[in-house]
């Protein structure tokens, strides 16, 4: 039908139909439509208005916001008891068909503008993404060279062989020496070397000690005036008791109740002069102990040992306390204030027993003829270190051809001489006139010379006289001097009291 047959037809009708008719059935049909079409166009157009709205606020991005005059479904001719239904707004469905054409470009507008924009937001997700990604590779790219000093070592040397040019350690250590001479640092320092992409160094950190460890930021301009930035790690403490008893071993005990073997080695090493825990630890021995619990943010290790009680039926009762005097003497002191470090250890390594004791009279398992053993065969594995048992100076170091193999004499205060025979080998670096403290290794266990199998022939001599080394009183290190003996009267009273309340 042509828009002028269409037109001419309305009107017709209109003439012939009442106003009233017209009315209710023009009302009829637009409530049918209405709850069938306009529910969901409206709620459509919703979104849109509340998604180009949205879209206006956070990006900045001026929009139009199409206002929807029409139902689109009103638009269309339908049918209803003979009866054709135009736009309730307008008369004419000429003006209907180009509003509705209006309405169609416009709402192809927004539709395109919304696809740009969300292309838009994805390349700036993407962009945003690769920054990121550029950032966290930057992190990655920073190279950190670790080490540690060891003995005749420099940190220039060791940062040269790790590709650091000479340019860059002197530029390192001009920067450095407000704060470190990066020079001069001590053997088993630790230490860490964070360089950039470009090798330039911008952070040095260093651990000096077991406990103080250092971050410095370095500059990357030469201006004198500007500060180095340094952080120290925050260590805490926190005082721990613990208790148990020995059923197998110190060390098996120490597992158990302390959940730690470190603290057995060194409850072990406090009480070296006057137990042998290898021979003298017997089961139904106690413990109890006073001890540092270290932290940086989480656990990190165990500090020292403030206070320490060990009894046994064997050993009696052995007090050990901890006490630094105003000079910095730092020692652990019986309850009557005497050192507990003597001059000489209880034994010179672990050993697993003794295979022959100081004698007058033994017969030789090699030469098969009685004579003096006026030392301490001590059996142990091939390798097993052995150490000094006191401070002195090496006065020998050689192969002995009249049976003791490699053998080392060590001269100690107070006319002491003490020998050990049948090393495996030397410890290195070890040679005559050499200084070397108590503990420290002095060669391994072997069977060189006139040996059955692995063992330490160990003597000492007093004035140039062997002497029986297990019937000796060791004399001790030190006291405590007078002048601070209030104070480590106090430190005592009070590490022995929470020892007791809290055990």
């Not at 470190?180 to 260093?206: A, M, W």
Request: hydrophobic share 35%; charged share 25%.
């Amino acid at each position: 039908m042509t828009i002028k047959k269409y037109n001419t037809f309305c009107n017709n009708f209109r003439k012939q139909k009442k106003k009233s008719i017209k009315k209710k059935n023009l009302y009829k049909e637009y409530t049918r439509l209405k709850s069938l079409k306009l529910p969901f166009l409206a709620g459509l157009v919703v979104i849109v208005i509340i998604t180009v709205i949205g879209m206006q606020y956070f990006f900045d991005i001026p929009f139009k916001i199409v206002g929807l005059e029409e139902d689109k479904g009103l638009t269309h001719n339908l049918k209803s008891e003979g009866v054709i239904i135009s736009s309730i707004e307008t008369d004419d469905i000429s003006e209907n068909g180009l509003l509705e054409e209006k309405n169609t470009l416009e709402l192809n507008e927004v539709k395109n503008e919304l696809e740009q924009l969300a292309l838009r937001d994805e390349e700036v997700s993407q962009s945003e993404l690769k920054l990121k990604y550029q950032r966290e590779q930057s992190e990655e790219e920073i190279n950190i060279i670790s080490g540690q000093l060891d003995s005749g070592e420099t940190l220039y040397q060791f940062l040269v062989e790790n590709s650091i040019s000479p340019a860059q350690i002197l530029n390192l250590q001009e920067k450095m020496q407000p704060v470190v001479d990066i020079s001069r640092l001590n053997v088993g320092t630790k230490f860490s070397v964070h360089c950039n992409p470009d090798g330039e160094i911008v952070q040095f950190d260093y651990q000096p000690n077991q406990l103080d460890v250092y971050h410095i930021q370095i500059p990357q301009n030469d201006m004198e005036d500007i500060d180095i930035k340094v952080n120290k790690d925050e260590i805490f403490r926190e005082v721990v008791c613990f208790e148990g008893e020995v059923e197998t071993s110190l060390y098996e005990a120490m597992v158990e109740h302390c959940n730690s073997g470190q603290l057995a080695v060194q409850l072990a090493e406090i009480f070296a002069w006057d137990i042998d825990f290898l021979t003298e630890c017997q089961p139904g021995d106690t413990f109890r102990i006073l001890v540092e619990k270290l932290y940086r943010g989480d656990f990190y290790r165990w500090g020292d040992i403030l206070a320490a009680v060990y009894e046994g039926e064997m050993l009696s009762t052995h007090t050990a306390i901890l006490f630094e005097d105003p000079d910095g003497n730092n020692e652990y002191y019986d309850k009557d204030g005497r050192c507990l470090r003597k001059a000489f250890l209880k034994a010179p390594l672990n050993y697993k027993y003794i295979s022959s004791n100081y004698t007058n009279s033994r017969y030789h398992p090699i030469l098969r003829i009685w004579r003096p053993h006026l030392a301490i065969d001590y059996a142990a594995p091939t390798g097993t270190p052995v150490v000094s048992i006191g401070s002195g100076t090496v006065i020998s170091r050689y192969y002995d051809q009249g049976g003791y193999g490699n053998y080392v004499k060590i001269r100690h205060p107070n006319g002491y001489v003490t020998g050990y025979g049948h090393l495996s080998k030397f410890a290195s670096g070890l040679k005559v006139g050499q200084r070397v403290e108590q503990g420290e290794v002095i060669g391994y266990v072997g069977a060189t010379g006139l040996a059955t199998g692995p063992h330490l022939d160990f003597s000492i001599s007093k004035d140039g006289q062997r002497i029986a080394f297990l019937e000796i009183d060791l004399p001790t290190a030190s006291s405590v001097a007078a002048d601070y003996r209030q104070d480590f009267e106090m430190v005592k009273k009070n590490y022995l009291s929470i020892l007791q309340e809290n055990l």
